[in-house]
């Protein structure tokens, strides 16, 4: 899945038309579905709280610990905020909070059945 920004003002769409046409072109060809989805007005330390909150209700329901749960989401999603460089959640800002718990969601769905 790949993220491009926008921005919809007056029920106009904008962004960097350059950036968006250099993304497409590395596509391959077929049909594909874009979403929008509004940027949330979350602080990073609001989704830090968020965040523990989710780790600590899944760890009781599925009887992994907090660390160790954690652990398996850094590892299973540290490329898709990082591309490869190490991942912390101390440092994400907004929109990669959302990203990551939109990842965060479907993962523990598809492995724990467990639906945010």
């Avoid at 960097?16 to 940027?39: A, I």
């Avoid at 523990?52 to 009887?63: H, M, T």
């Avoid at 999603?77 to 101390?90: A, C, Y």
């Amino acid at each position: 899945m790949k993220y491009f920004k926008g921005k919809i003002l007056n029920g106009v769409f904008s962004s960097n038309k350059e950036k968006f046409k250099r993304l497409v072109s590395r596509m391959p060809d077929g049909d594909y579905l874009m979403v929008f989805v509004k940027v949330s007005d979350k602080s990073p330390s609001e989704w830090m709280k968020y965040y523990r909150v989710i780790l600590a209700e899944v760890s009781q329901q599925v009887g992994e610990s907090k660390e160790d749960l954690h652990n398996m989401l850094k590892d299973e999603l540290d490329s898709v905020i990082h591309k490869g460089q190490e991942l912390s959640t101390k440092s994400l800002d907004t929109e990669q909070w959302q990203i990551y718990m939109d990842k965060v969601s479907e993962f523990l769905h598809k492995n724990y059945d467990f639906i945010l």
